[in-house]
């Protein structure tokens, strides 16, 4: 079964360090990934998707996200936090043709002055 | 416009009542679904519709009934609910798999 780890509950960073948000999925193929951001009480909002082509991907509010088939991973990076970044992080995955996506169980970024 | 919009916000129902949430889609998508979550959790799905069908149906409890009475619409009809039932219910369409999905901002669902 395909599942998804985000292997840091919360993380910490200063407003304008860079950032990077671990995510794996275990999959035999190459499944679609995506990583949506979550302010509290709020609906999800889709950061940016991978499903084939360029291994580094462009999203909104400048987040971008590498995939690596060798480490199973699909990373997420900005260079330069703001305080407004500060929310839940899901990576997700589907294989099934877009019916059944699996969400990891959240990373918490939490951003200081 | 918003894209996907549920309504109410806000939810209060006591375990004998009978309630239903509504989800409304202006993308044009062709599957929408129900997702649960609770506090600290991701989003856990519930329904799949997919032109109209339902699709999928994670072994949710028969307290919840979807519906989907046209392309654009979404329903989920509440009924005896348990109050380990309240959480953040969002809706969600989609367009394929290379897509993602377009949430609502949910209904917080309080059963007292």
């Known amino acids: 079964a395909q599942s998804v780890t985000q292997p840091d509950i919360h993380i910490t960073v200063s407003e304008g360090a860079s950032l990077e948000l671990r995510c794996n999925y275990s999959?035999?193929?190459?499944?679609?990934l995506f990583w949506y951001v979550q302010s509290p009480g709020q609906g999800l909002q889709l950061l940016l998707k991978?499903?084939?082509?360029?291994?580094l991907v462009q999203g909104i509010k400048g987040f971008e996200a590498e995939f690596k088939r060798s480490q199973s991973s699909f990373n997420l990076r900005k260079p330069s936090v703001h305080w407004s970044d500060a929310a839940e992080y899901f990576c997700?995955?589907?294989?099934?043709?877009?019916?059944?996506?699996?969400f990891g169980a959240g990373t918490r970024l939490f951003v200081k002055a | 416009d918003t894209e996907v919009t549920q309504t109410p916000k806000h939810l209060v129902m006591g375990m004998t009542n009978k309630k239903s949430l509504k989800c409304e889609q202006h993308?044009?998508?062709?599957?929408m679904y129900w997702y649960k979550q609770k506090a600290k959790k991701p989003p856990e799905l519930m329904f799949v519709?997919?032109?109209?069908?339902?699709?999928i149906n994670e072994s949710v409890p028969s307290r919840f009934s979807p519906e989907c009475p046209n392309s654009s619409l979404l329903n989920l009809h509440l009924h005896a609910l348990q109050p380990e039932d309240s959480a953040l219910y969002l809706c969600?369409?989609?367009?394929?798999?290379?897509?993602?999905?377009?949430f609502g901002s949910g209904t917080r669902l309080t059963v007292v």
């Open positions: 969600a369409s989609g367009g394929g798999p290379r897509y993602g999905y377009t």
């Open positions: 999959y035999g193929a190459t499944p679609y």
């Open positions: 991978y499903f084939s082509g360029d291994t």
């Open positions: 997700a995955v589907d294989h099934t043709g877009g019916f059944k996506t699996i």
């Open positions: 993308m044009g998508h062709r599957a």
């Open positions: 519709y997919s032109y109209e069908k339902l699709s």
